[in-house]
Structures are given as C-alpha cells and as structure tokens.
C-alpha cells in the first residue's frame, strides 16, 4: 500500500499566443489556455479565461507552449567528458573503447553532477521525459538513480 499523495495546485495558462496542441487534428490555437489541475491537463481553450479561486494564474501572453518533447536515448554520464580532445574526432567504436575507460573512473559523486547537469540541458531544450541509458559500468556504487534528480528538477 502506498501513501496517499498530496494534490498539486492547480495552474491557468492564459493569453498564450500559439497553443500547439499536437491532438489528432494537429490543432494550434491562439489567445488560448491551457488549465492543470493535480498535474493534468484538465482543459484547453481560447479566448478569456479567470482563474478559479486559489488557482495559481500564469500570463504568457504572446508566448508558445506546446508538449514536453521526450527524449528516448540519453546518456547522462557523458555530460562531464563530451568532447573530451584525446578521443573528440575518433569513429563511434574506437570511441566508446576509450571513453569507457574514463567512464569506469567516475564515482557517484560524479554521476551525480552528471545528472543534474544533463536535467539542466533536457530541462532548457523542452525536454520533460528522458529515457535514461547506463551504457557503461561505473565502479563506485551505488550510483545515484536520475529518477532522484527527475524529482528534484522536475521532469518525469
Ligand atoms: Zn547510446
């Protein structure tokens, strides 16, 4: 049995200038809205719209929204050596052989960076959802989980 959870307040998005729905008809409204409540989308529409009473309010006027994109393939420990200058310009499978020498180095210390970097990056580029990949072995353990840092900075 788990614990009840705490209901999330809800939120009005109004005003926003392009609300690209991404439904069947691939609809983008304008001057629309967008209402969440308990971290659902509970409705969408355009024109006016209030809050209710203790619902927390949003402006966007001429802003975009539009889903969280989802990134299926992410590699987050890689964060701390991209473009590392040894092996920068060496063809994908002489690269994975000497990166996962470096790899097997990290601890959790450094795993944990890594993560919350990456969330940092994901976060900035729209990203909600990644799908995380442990490609290499890390010696330390245990390595801190990226679903504490999707906690902690939000994403799924
Ligand atoms: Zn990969």
Not at 40 to 52: D, E, F, K, L, S
Not at 127 to 148: I, R
């Amino acid at each position: 049995m788990t614990a009840p959870t705490k209901p999330k307040p809800s939120l009005l998005i109004h005003g926003i200038g392009q609300l690209v729905t991404m439904d069947a008809a691939r609809r983008r409204l304008t001057d629309a809205w967008v209402r969440i409540v308990d971290g659902v989308i509970a409705g969408i529409g355009t024109g006016p719209m209030q809050p209710r009473a203790g619902e927390a309010s949003l402006d966007a006027r001429g802003g975009i929204a539009l889903p969280g994109l989802v990134n299926t393939h992410h590699h987050m420990q890689q964060n701390l050596a991209r473009a590392y200058p040894p092996v920068a310009d060496l063809p994908l499978l002489p690269w994975v052989g000497k990166m996962n020498l470096l790899w097997e180095e990290l601890t959790p210390e450094d795993v944990q960076l890594a993560t919350e970097v990456a969330m940092a990056e994901l976060m900035l580029s729209g990203c909600t959802t990644p799908s995380v990949l442990w490609a290499s072995v890390v010696k330390s353990s245990p390595v801190p989980g990226p679903e504490k840092e999707g906690v902690t900075a939000g994403l799924h």
